[in-house]
């Protein structure tokens, strides 16, 4: 049977109801042995679920929209309504599930990317729910190079979760104060994907930051919020509450944070021009420049 085909611009016609949008994605899943495969999609959603159960987030867990198991992840849509809880206290309890199930696993580690996004998508039960330009961008943002490399960049003991969530998102309820997700534990990123044509402006949050992001400034979440001095590669570990000087850093493979709360936050890729600090890098992908603070001009 032939679907009738809209034409752009031909006519007006109802937007579709706004629909929030998550996604996980596993670090290193196609390196896996083939027979690990099974499990590991099986597994990667039942860690999702029990992270909402123990949020609180009973609702959202039986009423998504759109479910899919996409191998190495899952992606599904909701009310928006329950944006700020997912933000908050969601994505910390699911790196919390992710931290207890890989302390005991005798199988692979599960770390994983997550993305969260808004938009128009259509709902009404037919086939093709969900599909539209929001939920190609929330997964070129999952996809995205900075939300990579901070993962790689990160220690796998500590952090098992980088989440990227979109600009909407962000002015809307996190900048909106619906959250309690504070915007300075955010670090506004441009996320682009390799081969595509893609450049958005959003946001990384790590909830529980390790190795190289600690070093160079980025908080854990049990800290209290406010400005966190400057590390550069290689400095002694002088103990908390000392400041460092300086402000040049050299990356020989993964990626790199690094600079003050304040201003701009600026990821580039290898060979390719910045705005900020000093940074050298051998190979990898490369994040630098000053972390936004949510007081100032969000443009």
């Not at 099974?38 to 029990?50: A, F, K, M």
């Not at 300086?246 to 936050?265: I, K, L, T, W, Y």
């Amino acid at each position: 049977m032939s679907v009738p085909m809209p034409v752009p611009y031909a006519e007006s016609r109802p937007l579709p109801p706004y629909r929030a949008l998550f996604a996980v994605d596993a670090k290193d899943f196609t390196g896996l042995p083939a027979a690990q495969h099974g499990p590991v999609s099986q597994l990667i959603p039942q860690l999702v679920d029990q992270a909402l159960e123990r949020a609180g987030l009973h609702q959202l867990r039986d009423a998504q929209r759109f479910p899919a198991n996409t191998g190495d992840g899952v992606v599904f849509g909701f009310d928006p309504v329950h944006l700020p809880f997912v933000l908050w206290p969601f994505l910390g309890v699911l790196d919390d599930v992710l931290g207890s199930y890989n302390r005991q696993a005798v199988g692979p580690r599960i770390r994983l990317r997550a993305s969260v996004h808004v938009g128009p998508l259509p709902d009404g039960g037919e086939p093709g729910d969900g599909n539209g330009t929001a939920r190609n961008d929330m997964h070129r943002l999952l996809d995205s190079r900075p939300v990579k490399a901070i993962l790689a960049a990160a220690s796998e003991e500590v952090t098992h979760l980088a989440a990227i969530v979109s600009e909407r998102v962000y002015e809307d309820v996190v900048l909106g104060a619906y959250t309690g997700l504070h915007p300075d534990r955010c670090v506004e990123v441009s996320a682009t994907v390799e081969g595509k044509n893609f450049s958005q402006r959003a946001w990384l949050y790590v909830p529980s930051p390790s190795g190289n992001l600690v070093r160079a400034g980025v908080q854990p979440r049990e800290e209290s919020v406010g400005a966190v001095p400057t590390v550069p590669a290689g400095a002694p570990d002088k103990g908390s509450g000392t400041e460092y000087g300086g402000n040049s850093q050299h990356v020989g493979e993964g990626a790199a944070v690094m600079g003050n709360v304040g201003r701009d936050f600026t990821y580039t890729a290898p060979a390719t021009t910045y705005r900020g600090t000093n940074q050298h890098w051998g190979s990898g992908d490369n994040v630098a420049g000053d972390k936004r603070a949510g007081g100032g001009d969000h443009r």
